[in-house]
């Protein structure tokens, strides 16, 4: 597509649903980064991809919180038993994924995660 | 020690003024930097990118790349209400991750 796309853009969930958010990066951007940023605060960094893989899942804040993608494209971050501090706005960015020029990252429209 | 530090407080600026933003950064192995811009509800816009030492202009925005301080900044020219945002410095540390700074609120008063 012509950018990222994440959806659903806004979601209001019971405190202990699941929640899956997804996340439809730029095609042929390797490189796949989910972020949570709470109202008035900065990005915090949760989960990269590059490809299928995940070489850094150490901002996960939870063993609540999963995130996977399949066929190097479409990502799905995943909250179980979801509490009201999970409530913020989930960012997902993605770029080409090569150190050095071009890399380049691009946001989605975020997805506004509201617990209650 | 954060990995990327952006440590003013919001910034207020006249219009026509320039607006200065500074960040530093903890890996010396960081290669790529960038400046985003994000207003208040919406998703950060990337606004500038710099890889090597010294200055890139780019309309109205220069950003400054300094690898031996390890700070990178970002100057806004002729200042608009426009740009009041808050703008966020990142990089790229070790496996790739990009981190973020916190951010610093500019706001233009006409």
């Known amino acids: 597509g012509a950018g990222v796309s994440q959806s659903p853009s806004n979601k209001v969930t019971e405190k202990g649903k699941d929640v899956e958010l997804r996340c439809d990066p730029i095609?042929?951007?390797?490189?796949l980064y989910w972020y949570r940023q709470s109202l008035g605060q900065g990005l915090e960094f949760l989960i990269y991809?590059?490809?299928?893989?995940?070489?850094?899942k150490s901002g996960l804040p939870s063993d609540r919180f999963s995130a996977e993608r399949t066929g190097g494209s479409v990502s799905t971050l995943t909250i179980q038993r979801t509490q009201q501090e999970d409530s913020a706005v989930y960012l997902c960015?993605?770029?080409?994924?090569?150190?050095?020029?071009?890399?380049?990252?691009?946001f989605g429209q975020g997805t506004r995660l509201t617990v209650v | 020690q954060k990995e990327v530090e952006q440590n003013s407080g919001p910034l207020s600026v006249p219009e026509g003024a320039i607006a200065s933003l500074n960040c530093t950064y903890s890996?010396?192995?960081?290669?790529?930097f960038f400046w985003y811009r994000q207003y208040s509800g919406k998703s950060p816009e990337l606004i500038m990118f710099?890889?090597?030492?010294g200055d890139k202009e780019d309309g109205r925005f220069t950003a400054q790349l300094n690898k031996a301080s390890q700070y990178v900044s970002l100057l806004i020219r002729d200042s608009q209400p426009s740009d009041s945002a808050t703008y966020l410095c990142?990089?790229?540390?070790?496996?790739?991750?990009?981190?973020f700074g916190k951010g610093n609120q500019v706001v233009v008063i006409p």
């Open positions: 095609s042929g951007h390797t490189a």
């Open positions: 890996d010396r192995g960081s290669q790529s």
């Open positions: 991809f590059q490809g299928n893989s995940a070489p850094d």
């Open positions: 710099i890889y090597s030492n």
């Open positions: 960015a993605s770029s080409l994924g090569r150190r050095g020029t071009n890399t380049e990252a691009f």
């Open positions: 990142a990089a790229y540390y070790g496996n790739n991750r990009l981190a």
